[in-house]
């Protein structure tokens, strides 16, 4: 089970940090990933990071501005997010997958476990 918190509002600029805790599993055997759905469109990935570390993936749109981490010893993965723009407002999802699936961490369908999602809320 994964359970997403720490959405909000926020103004243009500003700054919020995401975390999905994992209950239920073995969180160290896990790819994690984050990935976002706004009104009318598709979800759409976020970030993500192997099960060793070794991989780390972020969305052009992400990049310089978001950092997803994870601390196995807490079983519980975040995305900060920095210099908020109102085009990230969307539903934020945090994902799970088995170790060992060689398919692009970005791809959702590969994701196996989703949590219920957090609103973030980005206002200009």
């Known amino acids: 089970q994964l359970q997403a918190s720490g959405g909000g509002l926020v103004q243009a600029g500003g700054s919020l940090r995401l975390s999905c805790a994992a209950s239920?599993?073995?969180?160290?055997?896990?790819?994690m990933g984050w990935f976002r759905q706004a009104p009318g469109r598709e979800r759409e990935f976020v970030a993500a990071?192997?099960?060793?570390?070794?991989?780390?993936y972020y969305a052009d749109s992400a990049k310089g501005r978001f950092t997803i981490s994870r601390d196995n010893t807490k079983n519980t993965v975040y995305l900060q997010m920095n210099s908020l723009k109102p085009e990230d407002t969307a539903v934020y999802y945090c994902?799970?997958?088995?170790?060992?699936?060689?398919?692009?961490?970005?791809?959702?369908?590969?994701?196996?476990?989703w949590g219920q999602g957090t609103q973030v809320t980005v206002s200009s």
């Open positions: 990071n192997s099960y060793r570390l070794s991989s780390i």
């Open positions: 239920g599993r073995t969180f160290s055997n896990y790819d």
């Open positions: 994902a799970a997958r088995g170790r060992g699936d060689s398919r692009s961490l970005q791809t959702r369908i590969t994701y196996n476990y």
